[in-house]
T-cell receptor, first 113, second 115 residues
Framework: SQQGEEDPQALSIQEGENATMNCSYK?????LQWYRQNSGRGLVHLIL???NEREKHSGRLRVTLDTSKKSSSLLITASRAADTASYFC????WGQGAQKLVFGQGTRLTINP | EAGVAQSPRYKIIEKRQSVAFWCNPI?????LYWYQQILGQGPKLLIQ????????DSQLPKDRFSAERLKGVDSTLKIQPAKLEDSAVYLC?????????????FGPGTRLTVT
C-alpha cells in the first residue's frame, strides 16, 4: 500500500537553482525520511524528520514537515550536477508485526549544466 | 565500514525458471529487508527479518517467493517459478534497529529480467 506521493514526478532545472520536491501522505506518522537514488550510489538515506519537528537542515538540504496537512517538502539549494537523481519520501507504518517504511513513487530530478 | 553486499548484480532468466538472490548486511545490523523496485516506482517491502525471524512478509507472494535468513546474518530470496511481472530490481537493506525511526542502508540491488 502506498503511503507517500511525491510531486512533481519529474523536475528539470539549471545548475545553481534551487529544487523543491513535495511529499503528501495519508495516515498519521511518527517520522518521515527522504532518500536519494542514483545509478552511482544506489539508494541512500538523506534525512529523517520526526512528527514533532517542523524543519530540519543538513548541508544544502532543508526538509519541512506539516503534519496538519500531511505533507513534507525537500529543498535542495544551489543545485549541482551530482544532485541528479530520484528522490523518495518514506513514511513509517505498522505492518504485520513491526513498523516498516513505505516509499512513495519518487521525483526524478535532473540538473542541467 | 563495509556496506550491504548483494549478488548477482544482474540476472536474466526465462519465465517459469527459478532464481535466487543473496544478501550480506552490514555487520551488527539486526534487521534485514528485501524490497522489490519496479522501473519508475518506489521500493516495495517484500519481507522484513529481525535477527533470523520474520516480522513482516505481508506483501511477499508466498506462492512463488521465499526468503530465509540463516543465523541472523546472510539472507537469500528465491523466486520459483518466475513470471514476467517479476522483472524488477531487488534491493536488500539493513538497519541497526527495526522500526520506522531506523535509517536503512541499501545494497546495490539485483536487476532481474524475466523473458
Amino acid at each position: 500500500s502506498q503511503q507517500g506521493e511525491e510531486d512533481p514526478q519529474a523536475l528539470s532545472i539549471q545548475e545553481g537553482e534551487n529544487a523543491t520536491m513535495n511529499c503528501s501522505y495519508k495516515t498519521s506518522i511518527n517520522n518521515l525520511q527522504w532518500y536519494r537514488q542514483n545509478s552511482g550510489r544506489g539508494l541512500v538515506h538523506l534525512i529523517l524528520i520526526r512528527s514533532n519537528e517542523r524543519e530540519k537542515h543538513s548541508g544544502r538540504l532543508r526538509v519541512t514537515l506539516d503534519t496538519s496537512k500531511k505533507s513534507s517538502s525537500l529543498l535542495i539549494t544551489a543545485s549541482r550536477a551530482a544532485d541528479t537523481a530520484s528522490y523518495f519520501c518514506a513514511t513509517d507504518a505498522w505492518g504485520q508485526g513491526a513498523q516498516k517504511l513505505v516509499f512513495g513513487q519518487g521525483t526524478r530530478l535532473t540538473i542541467n549544466p | 565500514e563495509a556496506g550491504v553486499a548483494q549478488s548477482p548484480r544482474y540476472k536474466i532468466i526465462e519465465k517459469r525458471q527459478s532464481v535466487a538472490f543473496w544478501c550480506n548486511p552490514i555487520s551488527g545490523h539486526a534487521t534485514l529487508y528485501w524490497y522489490q523496485q519496479i522501473l519508475g516506482q518506489g521500493p516495495k517491502l517484500l519481507i522484513q527479518f529481525q535477527n533470523n525471524g520474520v516480522v513482516d512478509d505481508s506483501q511477499l507472494p508466498k506462492d512463488r517467493f521465499s526468503a530465509e535468513r540463516l543465523k541472523g546474518v546472510d539472507s537469500t530470496l528465491k523466486i520459483q517459478p518466475a513470471k514476467l511481472e517479476d522483472s524488477a530490481v531487488y534491493l536488500c537493506a539493513s538497519s541497526l534497529d527495526a522500526g520506522g525511526f531506523a535509517e536503512q542502508y541499501f545494497g546495490p540491488g539485483t536487476r532481474l529480467t524475466v523473458t
